[in-house]
């Protein structure tokens, strides 16, 4: 048999399958999806298994044997590897990155060599030492171990490995092991109680106590948790060990991350006329198992989450798997908390903020079919699920479900693709769906498969949207306030403040970069090697390049013209918080951004404090806008609106309402109604106007106007392709060549066309230009921007296109980068 394997070596050149021998011990063990570890120019390197045969591409005596099989279950499923696929060609990305993308960090296995002692040999004999300590390590040591303890020998070891005195071997070793634990069972044929009890002296009172507390319990328990419990030391419980009367073994352990928290069990509520009629055809969908996707368009307050939860309980009554996936930042305990709710131990949560081992063993619940559900951020869409029936994508307007790193994928994307697989439905939720995803549903389902469009436009239990008071910061200057806050929120505030309500404060750090500048000659910190402003880290007084990581001290007078009127503009909370404190003594303020939330847990102890109601305001960044639920609020405050409109991003209209429109979402959500205030240097830009009156299609219609205009997503579709090299000329040479190999390819294909041509099928090359950020790193950058529209198949151009400049002769070291339907332009 043979196994066509994908090695873990990201090149281009070594981006197809490789033909390994099986060996005919694994033959029964080796699966499609299977890890393993295989010989490859001289080293041992992690691999996947995408195919076995009978039939090898090269002569098959020369054929390496697999050298390890890496797991007893492969982590990969068949449907996976076809994804994969699908993803390198999409994504222009190589199938090793594709593949590493879908499994945990945990199983990014690297070689491990190790060296024994081979033929002795006089002339090359070996430090006595080295030989001893080899030889009583059981005859292997780990190379690391030996250069960390004799450095002074590794001379001797080289000329040992050349001789064969030393012999050398590799495999795979996993990051990260399953976690045992120490556990104390009763055995299975017991003597009773009154027979084991005589069987321990009478003054050993702590094993006798020990005894009788497990009898009482009959279950295992751990041995430190029985410890904890029993105040019993683990040196009383050896003795019982020893004579039988107890059990220590080894058990495997899965970590829980959720293990400090107790869920109480919710049962589905009576659904609103509205939530049941979507929950309806999402039903229908699921019944048809034909890969549908819909997009459920409901306002904040909706009831959304009731109807995520009722369509997920009848995928599992199908006996199909559900996959849920929310925004990092929304993955808050309060959303956990819904799930296991309702449905227990069924659900794995896989997040970013969880320790690798925490995550690999939520992941295991999955594989091993533990867990039926799965939530989380993006990577949860290849949670290795055999049978999904149903895909969630909360919030999908959300820019983080596109990976900014290769392989460059959008979730959604992946979402529909795998659901096609598997005759999933995918449901796509938002209150302000992305306009690509509202463009698609709203097409007239003209095949089967197209999405279809769920409103939702009334908030349960028909409370009204808050109302929105948009003030202009412009008048509040002109009336002499100069404070960040206008006397309407000003005054809300201290409302809120008598009443004993809470307040939600945003402040849009989108755009609000933390920088430094001279206000004598406006010079600004930039990075050296970069051409982006430095960032100023307040706590440290450091500033830092976000790109690079180049950090220098935070200079006192100004390098350009020496005055001392620097201005730090630190973190913006910080300076709202201060004015807060002055503004209104005694106020109780929980500040939530970066810096606040970078410990484990600290997001999640912060919410809860704000729920219990131990502060009046919870003040913060994007974190603040999305998910929560917290009765008591009835004022949202906007510190200021447009600091995110004004970014060289087509999308930043688009941004803003949304961002606006969600954190507006979060007021009046119970009995008591609720307030927002806008604070705004534009008020009159439609994508304010619009957020105030709550009218999304209000908004669609004018920016689709724009973006029709301007020729940009949905009216067509982008490529970003960023090249970059440290020599200018070089580098415009050959990002001109490669340009011009664009056209030729789309020109041979017949789709070369301005997309204003009206032409259903046309491509357009834009650049090369320097790139907004033009040098990152040192290396010069510059882009090309493809424009398309219509069944044009616009990453295989890009990837022959490619394909001379990233191989072969004419590869001169320039750097490709490419970004399918890019989410920033930068
Ligand atoms: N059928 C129902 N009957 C009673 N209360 C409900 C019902 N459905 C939802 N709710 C309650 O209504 C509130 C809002 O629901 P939910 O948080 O699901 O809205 P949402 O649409 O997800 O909003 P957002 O987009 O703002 O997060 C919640 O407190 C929820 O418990
Ligand atoms: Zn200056
Ligand atoms: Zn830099």
Redesign the pocket.
């Known amino acids: 048999m043979i196994a066509k394997v994908i090695v873990d070596v990201p090149s281009r050149q070594t981006d197809r399958p490789f033909d390994y021998e099986v060996p005919y011990e694994m033959q029964e063990w080796l699966e499609l999806g299977s890890r393993v570890g295989v010989p490859f120019g001289g080293r041992v390197l992690q691999g996947f298994v995408i195919d076995l045969t009978e039939s090898a591409s090269v002569d098959r005596t020369r054929l390496k044997p697999i050298a390890e099989l890496l797991d007893p279950v492969p982590p990969l499923l068949p449907d996976m590897i076809e994804l994969s696929r699908w993803m390198s060609d999409k994504y222009c990305c190589s199938w090793t990155q594709a593949l590493q993308a879908m499994i945990p960090a945990a199983l990014k296995g690297k070689e491990e060599r190790q060296i024994g002692l081979g033929e002795p040999d006089e002339e090359y004999g070996l430090p006595a030492e080295l030989k001893e300590w080899i030889a009583n390590s059981g005859g292997l040591v780990k190379l690391d171990a030996l250069i960390a303890k004799y450095p002074q020998h590794l001379k001797a070891v080289k000329h040992a490995l050349a001789k064969g005195t030393l012999t050398q071997q590799s495999s795979i070793k996993d990051r990260l092991a399953v976690r045992k634990v120490l556990t104390v069972f009763l055995p299975e044929s017991r003597l009773p109680l009154e027979h084991a009890l005589e069987q321990v002296p009478a003054r050993a009172a702590k094993q006798r106590e020990a005894l009788q507390w497990m009898y009482g319990r009959e279950e295992p328990i751990a041995l430190q948790e029985l410890a904890q419990q029993t105040g019993v030391s683990s040196a009383s419980i050896k003795p019982l060990v020893e004579k039988g009367l107890l059990e220590l073994r080894e058990v495997e352990k899965e970590r829980d991350p959720y293990a400090h928290r107790q869920f109480t069990r919710t049962s589905p509520?009576?659904?609103?006329e509205g939530?049941r009629e979507v929950f309806g055809r999402i039903a229908e969908a699921l019944d048809a198992r034909q890969g549908r996707t819909m997009l459920l368009h409901?306002v904040?307050?909706?009831?959304?989450?009731?109807v995520y939860l009722q369509s997920i309980q009848y995928c599992l009554d199908q006996g199909r798997q559900a996959i849920v996936l929310v925004p990092e930042i929304s993955l808050t305990p309060q959303m956990v908390e819904r799930f296991k709710g309702r449905f227990g131990d069924a659900v794995a949560v896989l997040h970013s903020r969880l320790s690798s081992g925490e995550r690999f063993d939520e992941w295991r619940k999955i594989r091993s079919k533990k867990a039926q559900v799965a939530i989380g951020a993006r990577s949860a869409i290849f949670a290795p699920f055999e049978q999904i029936g149903l895909i969630i994508i909360d919030e999908e307007h959300e820019s983080s479900y596109k990976q900014e790193e290769s392989p460059k994928y959008h979730a959604r994307d992946v979402a529909v693709r795998r659901a096609k697989q598997h005759g999933a439905a995918v449901v796509l939720g938002s209150?302000t769906p992305s306009l690509e995803s509202f463009a698609a549903a709203s097409r007239p389902a003209a095949n089967p498969g197209a999405s279809a469009l769920l409103p939702m436009p009334y908030r349960?239990?028909g409370r009204p949207m808050p109302p929105v008071e948009v003030v202009d910061m412009r008048e509040e200057l002109r009336a002499g306030n100069r404070s960040m806050f206008s006397r309407q929120l000003h005054a809300a505030l201290q409302e809120r403040l008598e009443r004993g309500e809470q307040s939600v404060l945003l402040l849009n750090r989108r755009g609000y970069s933390t920088f430094v500048m001279c206000r004598s000659c406006g010079h600004t910190a930039a990075c050296p090697h970069c051409d982006i402003s430095l960032t100023f880290h307040q706590k440290s007084r450091v500033l830092r390049c976000h790109y690079c990581g180049h950090a220098e001290g935070a200079p006192a007078e100004c390098p350009e013209c020496g005055s001392e009127h620097i201005r730090y503009f630190g973190t913006g909370t910080q300076r709202v918080e201060e004015e807060l404190a002055k503004l209104f003594p005694g106020i109780r303020v929980i500040r939530m951004d970066v810096d606040t939330t970078s410990e484990k847990h600290a997001h999640e102890k912060l919410l809860k404090q704000f729920g219990d109601r131990q502060a009046d305001v919870l003040l913060g960044t994007q974190m603040v806008a999305k998910?929560l639920?917290f009765p008591y609020v009835t004022l949202v405050g906007v510190i200021a609106a447009d600091t995110s409109l004004h970014l060289p991003d087509f999308r930043a209209a688009e941004k803003t309402f949304q961002l606006l429109t969600q954190v507006a979402?979060r007021a009046g959500?119970?009995e008591l109604e609720g307030e927002v205030v806008i604070q705004t240097y534009t008020p009159e830009h439609y994508a304010i106007t619009t957020a105030q009156t709550h009218d999304y299609a209000a908004f669609v219609s004018e920016e689709l106007r724009h973006r029709s205009v301007m020729g940009y997503p949905p009216y067509c579709r982008l490529v970003l392709v960023t090249m970059s090299h440290e020599q200018l000329p070089l580098l415009s040479t050959v990002s001109e060549r490669f340009a011009a190999e664009l056209r030729e390819l789309a020109e041979h294909e017949g789709v070369l066309a301005p997309l204003g041509s009206g032409l259903p099928r046309a491509l357009e090359v834009l650049g090369p230009v320097a790139s907004p950020i033009a040098r990152m790193k040192d290396r010069y950058r510059f882009q090309c921007v493809i424009k398309y529209r219509g069944s044009i198949d616009a990453s295989a151009i890009v990837r022959r296109a490619l394909q001379p400049f990233t191989e072969g002769p004419q590869q001169k070291g320039i750097g490709f980068s490419v970004d399918v339907d890019p989410q920033v332009i930068l």
């Open positions: 509520l009576p659904l609103t939530q409901g904040t307050g909706s009831g959304k989450t009731e209150a349960v239990g998910g639920d979402g959500r119970h």
